[in-house]
Structure formats: structure tokens, C-alpha cells
């Protein structure tokens, strides 16, 4: 019996956000598909708008991936996880034994094609997209917040919205421009009526 996929399932009972009040509860599931649609989205803008070469299936694929550890270990808040190098050092060990640990649950004629994926290369370009994703995530779910009223998110959206602008990506300055303003629409607003 391989335990792998029902890992990968339990994604959706590890809750983002623990440290402030949410209107709506978000997983790591939910947030990986999103950082995934969002990697891809700044690939495509990198590459067919501005020529960039970007390896779009790895990127995806980092980013369908890059919270699999927190099945195991659960989701560390930033203010605890980044509080010093010591304890952030110490983090990303036990990150990376949680990843081999659950590697080690696929079959072995299936690691070939899955485990690459599972420790992103943090020194590849595909990565650096899956970062700007994961925070372009984040604020869009600071956005979300305010939206619906709750001020608890109004310091993360100043904060991630200029980490996000020290970035310095073309993608992501592009999408800031030509997408991130209908995130303030209602539905009606967005269909138009």
C-alpha cells in the first residue's frame, strides 16, 4: 500500500493564517493550487510577453509542491518561522526531512517523476517565480481580507505589496498592472452588470 496521495490529501486540513482572525479559513491545498496558477501565469507573462525562456512545467510543478512538507510539519506562521537564522535554519532541516520522508512513500518507479519536484532547486529561475507566486498568494488574500472588512490584514498587505515591488520582476509588475485591480471587484462588477 503507498501512502503518497493520501498525503497529498491531507493538504486540505492544514490551516493557513493561524496567527491572525480570518473571514475565510484557508489550506495549504487551496494555496498550492493558487501559487501554482500564479506561477504560471508570471511564466507565461516572462516568456510571451517579454521573450523570457522560463521552464513553465517545472515551475508548475515546484509550485503544485512547495507546501508538501507542511503535511508532516504543519504550517509554521512567518513571524516564528523567519524570527532568526537559527530557528529558520533548523526549519528548513526538518522541512527537508518531512519531503524525504514522504518521497519515500511513492512507489520507486514513480519517484523519478515526482521527487525533482518535491525540493524545488532554490538556486533556479523556476523557483525565484514560485516565491514571487507564493507572496503575490499572500497578498491577494490580504486583498480578499480587506475586502470583506477585516482590518487584521492591513499591515500584511503593506508589507508583502512592498516586498513584492522590491522583487523588481517585470511579470510580476505586469501583473500588479493589468490584473490585480479587478481583485477589488464583486462578481457583478466583474460580469459587468
Avoid at 508548475?60 to 512538507?69: G, M, N, Q, R, T
Avoid at 529561475?125 to 488574500?141: G, T
Wanted: aromatic share 10%; hydrophobic share 40%; net charge negative.
Amino acid at each position: 500500500m503507498e501512502q503518497f496521495y493520501a498525503y497529498m490529501d491531507r493538504m486540505k486540513f492544514i490551516k493557513r493564517w493561524q496567527l491572525m482572525r480570518s473571514v475565510r479559513e484557508e489550506n495549504i491545498m487551496e494555496h498550492s493550487q493558487s501559487v501554482a496558477m500564479l506561477t504560471h501565469a508570471l511564466v507565461v507573462i516572462e516568456n510571451d510577453v517579454f521573450g523570457g525562456s522560463v521552464n513553465a512545467e517545472k515551475a508548475v510543478l515546484y509550485a503544485l509542491y512547495h507546501e508538501v512538507s507542511e503535511v508532516m510539519t504543519g504550517d509554521m506562521p512567518t513571524p516564528v518561522k523567519y524570527f532568526n537564522n537559527q530557528i529558520h535554519g533548523e526549519y528548513e532541516k526538518l522541512e527537508r526531512r518531512a519531503v524525504e520522508k514522504i518521497a519515500n512513500t511513492l512507489p520507486a518507479e514513480m519517484r523519478g517523476g515526482i521527487e525533482p519536484y518535491l525540493q524545488a532547486d532554490k538556486e533556479s529561475e523556476e523557483y525565484a517565480f514560485v516565491k514571487a507566486a507564493d507572496k503575490l498568494s499572500a497578498y491577494i488574500k490580504c486583498l480578499e481580507e480587506l475586502r470583506s472588512g477585516n482590518k487584521e490584514f492591513s499591515q500584511a498587505e503593506k508589507t508583502i505589496g512592498a516586498a513584492l515591488k522590491e522583487k523588481k520582476m517585470r511579470a510580476l509588475d505586469y501583473f500588479f498592472e493589468h490584473f490585480i485591480p479587478a481583485f477589488s471587484l464583486t462578481l457583478d462588477e466583474l460580469e459587468g452588470l
